[in-house]
């Protein structure tokens, strides 16, 4: 089971992307809770989370203040605003979900699902 991510693309820096992430038909149980980003040549690192019922929220230091996230119509969606972008925010970007639990934090052993990846440039 993939949750489905969508949204990426090439930006200037400066600019503004929207992801969004949402679980496969038919798999109505998930709820997607974090998104994290991959670079070349390094770890998967936290993003952000929000929880399932859209009223807390979690960011990485890096992305505070430029990067919002928020579900969408109901709690199976999951959006992640990104303005200000830099060059540094490069990377692949993943959506993911815990099994059996809500948790929204940074510890990615704790998420079980994930999205295929989207990638995100930003460059001039």
């Known amino acids: 089971v993939q949750l489905q991510a969508s949204g990426g693309g090439l930006v200037q820096p400066g600019g503004s992307l929207s992801l969004s992430c949402v679980p496969p038909?038919?798999?109505?149980?998930?709820?997607?809770t974090a998104w994290f980003r991959q670079a070349p040549g390094k770890d998967r690192e936290f993003v952000a989370g929000?929880?399932?019922?859209?009223?807390?929220?979690r960011f990485a230091d890096s992305v505070k203040g430029r990067f919002t996230i928020s579900r969408g119509s109901t709690e199976h969606a999951m959006t992640l605003q990104m303005n200000s972008l830099k060059p540094e925010d490069t990377a692949v970007y993943y959506c993911?979900?815990?099994?059996?639990?809500?948790?929204?934090?940074?510890?990615?052993?704790?998420?079980?699902?994930w999205g295929q990846g989207t990638l995100v440039t930003v460059s001039s």
């Open positions: 038909e038919g798999a109505f149980s998930l709820v997607p």
């Open positions: 993911a979900a815990p099994r059996g639990s809500y948790y929204f934090g940074p510890n990615k052993e704790t998420y079980y699902f």
């Open positions: 929000v929880s399932r019922d859209g009223r807390s929220r």
